[in-house]
T-cell receptor
């Protein structure tokens, strides 16, 4: 299947600093990527849809000035957590759609996920 | 209202036996897709199986099969011949085709395989 990478895999930072997380589609082009957040023992919550060359679409309740998303190319989206606070500590995970690239029946709509980034804000 | 519901927070199964993980969904969009993902303790989301709303047959991928009952709006995952490595969180997700490709996830089911 398609490969999505994330960097860094984990990060520890002080309160008030900004942290940038990169999401890359390695073997396919992704015009759309998604950013999710997951707290321990909970499900994935969609934060925003990242569109190449245009502004991201944020889900209700997600502060766009807090979580800056940039999708500068067909293979890279970045999420910047600005002025991070301890309550921002979470597992952040991105996904990208391999729309039809696999060619296999039933897999034309598959979304592939990055390995995730564990953010700890002290 | 919950769009995706997984009612089993935790499940146990004996190694080599089959197990069914339940998932029900709610949508008015006639075109949608249903997914199952596995999340081990490492955190990565592993795609398991996909079922399109217009697919006539239930999807199968190796030991995984999806029991798709459209009228009942259920999409249960069946894992046959469970292995110790199957112990993980399992998430059901839905993509509505009029929502730009985003996935809505269920609450998850933690599966534990006993030796």
């Amino acid at each position: 299947g398609a490969v999505v990478s994330q960097h860094p895999s984990w990060v520890i930072c002080k309160s008030g600093t900004s942290v940038k997380i990169e999401c890359r589609s390695l073997d396919f082009q992704a015009t759309t990527m998604f950013w999710y957040r997951q707290f321990p023992k909970q499900s994935l919550m969609l934060m925003a849809t990242s569109n190449e060359g245009s502004k991201a679409t944020y889900e209700q309740g997600v502060e766009k000035d807090k979580f800056l998303i940039n999708h500068a190319s067909l293979t890279l989206s970045t999420l910047t957590v600005t002025s991070a606070h301890p309550e921002d500590s979470s597992f952040y995970i991105c996904s990208a759609g391999d729309w039809g690239a696999s060619g296999r029946k039933g897999h034309t709509d598959t979304q592939y996920f990055g390995p995730g980034t564990r953010l700890t804000v002290l | 209202a919950q769009k995706i519901t997984q009612t089993q927070p935790g499940m146990f199964v004996q190694e080599k036996e089959a197990v069914t993980l339940d998932c029900t969904y709610d949508t008015s969009d006639p075109s949608y897709g249903l997914f199952w993902y596995k999340q081990p303790s490492s955190g990565e989301m592993i795609f398991l199986i996909y079922q399109g709303s217009y697919d006539q047959q239930n999807a199968t991928e190796g030991r995984y099969s999806l029991n798709f009952q459209k009228a009942r709006k259920s999409a249960n995952l069946v894992i046959s011949a469970s292995q110790l490595g199957d112990s993980a969180m399992y998430f059901c997700a839905m993509r509505e085709n009029n929502q730009g490709g985003k996935l809505i996830f269920g609450q998850g089911t933690e599966l534990s395989v006993k030796p």
